[in-house]
């Protein structure tokens, strides 16, 4: 029998990619327009719920909490099971790494704050959910996120601009994997935990090995270029997001990673996108510099 998700948020960047990855394994995806739809009538009789609504930080405080007790009573209603893609903010900077579902979630700032509370309401509510925990994004098209907003657009000019400092590793999630490992968990939710906190490990990269990724990519040198934060601070005044991002700055100079051990133990076979074909795919936007040329096979890495 076909199996039905519903998800919120379908034009944001993992709402996207999973209404795509639950098509292609053949579910029946229903895409919640806030324009015409109601949540209690969308969510009738569907089996999965991706609750990929992300609104923009300055109205984290007023909105992520708020929209939640609707979720859960439509997730109730239906037995169905929510995934959330859950980010790293809730461990804090004091955490030590690999971050994995047993660390505590010890953010103090607002923004980790909301998240801790934001998880915490569905397993109060006994809703039954998968927490699918990944680093910063990595899409298939120049959707907003770090990466694709700051980092590559400098790869026109053979550098990668990077936030924090360069040598430290962090966790990164290429979306088309994060959607396709969000089906797997969906289609074995029947055995998972009633609350099911779990960890995708993705890449985890330093500057250095993603420039040198990224220069395999696009078959090119790739320099590393340090972002300077003190401009953004003049558009602090004028952009309500800002003080945001400089309230997770933290994260850029944090050593990290995820533990995905029991995401492995839970689906042995899963096969990740190579790494250089995933920057490829992340990069494809972005011109080559002057003299480059595309490169038109693939090495593992």
């Given at each position: 029998m076909t199996q039905t998700v519903l998800v919120l948020g379908p034009t944001g960047r993992f709402g996207r990619n999973a209404a795509t990855a639950f098509e292609n394994a053949?579910?029946?995806?229903?895409?919640?327009d806030r324009k015409i739809d109601t949540l209690e009538t969308a969510a009738r009789g569907v089996d999965v719920i991706v609750q990929a609504w992300n609104p923009p930080y300055q109205h984290w405080q007023a909105q992520v909490l708020a929209m939640q007790p609707a979720v859960h009573?439509?997730?109730?209603?239906?037995?169905?099971?929510?995934?959330?893609?859950?980010?790293v903010y809730v461990f804090?900077?004091?955490?030590?790494?690999?971050?994995?579902p047993?660390?505590?979630?010890?953010?103090?700032?607002?923004?980790g704050q909301i998240r801790i509370k934001m998880e915490q309401s569905y397993r109060d509510a006994g809703v039954r959910t998968i927490?699918?925990?990944a680093g910063d994004?990595?899409?298939?098209?120049?959707?907003?996120?770090?990466f694709d907003r700051i980092m590559a657009p400098s790869l026109r000019k053979g550098a990668l601009t990077f936030p924090g400092t360069a040598g430290i590793p962090r966790a990164w999630a290429f979306l088309p994997d994060l959607a396709h490992a969000a089906v797997l968990l969906a289609e074995q939710r029947d055995t998972l935990d009633r609350f099911a906190d779990i960890c995708f490990e993705g890449y985890t990269l330093t500057a250095e090995q993603m420039a040198a990724s990224i220069a395999q990519a696009r078959n090119h040198d790739v320099r590393i270029k340090e972002m300077a934060w003190w401009p953004l601070r003049f558009a602090w005044p004028f952009m309500p997001e800002m003080k945001h991002i400089f309230e997770m700055r933290y994260i850029w100079n944090t050593p990290h990673s995820l533990d995905?051990?029991?995401?492995?133990a839970l689906v042995p076979d899963f096969e990740p996108t190579p790494m250089v074909d995933a920057f490829r795919q992340a990069t494809d936007f972005v011109v080559l510099p002057k003299g480059a040329k595309p490169?038109?096979?693939t090495a593992a890495v």
């Amino acid at each position: 029998m076909t199996q039905t998700v519903l998800v919120l948020g379908p034009t944001g960047r993992f709402g996207r990619n999973a209404a795509t990855a639950f098509e292609n394994a053949g579910w029946q995806v229903r895409r919640f327009d806030r324009k015409i739809d109601t949540l209690e009538t969308a969510a009738r009789g569907v089996d999965v719920i991706v609750q990929a609504w992300n609104p923009p930080y300055q109205h984290w405080q007023a909105q992520v909490l708020a929209m939640q007790p609707a979720v859960h009573r439509a997730a109730l209603v239906n037995d169905a099971t929510v995934i959330i893609p859950g980010n790293v903010y809730v461990f804090g900077e004091n955490t030590p790494a690999p971050w994995s579902p047993t660390s505590p979630h010890h953010a103090t700032n607002l923004l980790g704050q909301i998240r801790i509370k934001m998880e915490q309401s569905y397993r109060d509510a006994g809703v039954r959910t998968i927490i699918l925990r990944a680093g910063d994004y990595l899409d298939t098209e120049a959707s907003g996120n770090w990466f694709d907003r700051i980092m590559a657009p400098s790869l026109r000019k053979g550098a990668l601009t990077f936030p924090g400092t360069a040598g430290i590793p962090r966790a990164w999630a290429f979306l088309p994997d994060l959607a396709h490992a969000a089906v797997l968990l969906a289609e074995q939710r029947d055995t998972l935990d009633r609350f099911a906190d779990i960890c995708f490990e993705g890449y985890t990269l330093t500057a250095e090995q993603m420039a040198a990724s990224i220069a395999q990519a696009r078959n090119h040198d790739v320099r590393i270029k340090e972002m300077a934060w003190w401009p953004l601070r003049f558009a602090w005044p004028f952009m309500p997001e800002m003080k945001h991002i400089f309230e997770m700055r933290y994260i850029w100079n944090t050593p990290h990673s995820l533990d995905g051990s029991k995401f492995k133990a839970l689906v042995p076979d899963f096969e990740p996108t190579p790494m250089v074909d995933a920057f490829r795919q992340a990069t494809d936007f972005v011109v080559l510099p002057k003299g480059a040329k595309p490169q038109l096979t693939t090495a593992a890495v």
